[in-house]
């Protein structure tokens, strides 16, 4: 059962427009949420968090909105450019000591369009 | 500063075969984890290292997987017999959490295994 939704297999924007990449999660527990960015042949690269005591967090053209109530998260990119043509994707991890494991969503594939 | 590097980057062998992937984390993290991706499924945990101990090893899956970071460095995980659902992309992640919410894991390019 996925506990890290990205139901959007693929977007495409038009560059400069704005570009929202969905998730949603079923786990109580997670309390940490990170958006990841990945090319072909690499490594998923960190882009922004977000702690679920906040409901928003900015950085640049990239800002992730958190709505505890609904288990779901959004990730904006404005303005869109080329180079933000990759793979996200979302994670989650829980609360509490110990291990603070990823659970990863299946990726949004964004697509922007000169 | 260097990031997380991984060895071999591909790696072909037969089924029944061994298999050892390595991983560098960045300097001074003192969390290492290791991550899977299966053709068209999502990226999953397998086990996390603090140090040299391992923390959680709750995603391994099943006893042909060993994992070890002997000095808290450098991580191996070591495939034997491999089968061939075993192929995929293995990805190594480490962090050095200041604090709770300012922990983020950093992942390395991943080595491409393919059983045969």
């Known amino acids: 059962d996925q506990q890290v939704k990205q139901n959007s297999p693929s977007l495409s924007v038009q560059e400069g427009r704005i570009s929202i990449l969905n998730c949603d999660y079923t786990?109580?527990?997670?309390?940490?949420f990170l958006w990841y960015k990945k090319y072909p042949a690499e490594g998923p690269t960190f882009l922004i968090s977000?702690?679920?005591?906040?409901d928003k967090n900015e950085d640049g053209r990239f800002t992730v909105f958190l709505n505890k109530s609904a288990k779901h998260l959004s990730l904006h990119i404005v303005p869109s450019q080329p180079g933000d043509s990759a793979v996200y994707f979302c994670?989650?991890?829980?609360?509490?000591?110990?291990?603070?494991?990823?659970?990863f969503g299946k990726g949004t594939k964004l697509s922007v369009i000169p | 500063e260097a990031g997380v590097t991984q060895f071999p980057s591909h790696s072909v062998i037969e089924k029944g075969q061994t298999v050892t992937l390595r991983c560098d984390p960045i300097?001074?993290?003192?969390?290492l984890y290791w991550y899977r991706r299966v053709m068209g499924k999502e990226i999953k945990f397998l086990l996390h290292?603090?140090?040299?101990?391992?923390?959680?090893e709750s995603g391994m899956p099943n006893n042909r997987f060993l994992a070890e970071r002997t000095g808290g460095t450098y991580s191996t995980l070591k495939v034997q017999p491999a089968e061939l659902e075993d192929s995929g992309v293995y990805f190594c992640?480490?962090?050095?959490?200041?604090?709770?919410?300012?922990?983020?894991?950093?992942f390395g390019p991943g080595t491409r295994l393919l059983v045969l």
């Open positions: 992640a480490s962090s050095h959490p200041v604090s709770r919410d300012r922990e983020t894991q950093y």
């Open positions: 786990n109580s527990m997670f309390d940490y």
């Open positions: 977000i702690s679920s005591i906040k």
């Open positions: 994670a989650a991890s829980p609360s509490g000591a110990g291990s603070y494991q990823l659970t």
């Open positions: 300097s001074g993290h003192d969390n």
């Open positions: 290292f603090v140090k040299e101990s391992k923390q959680d």
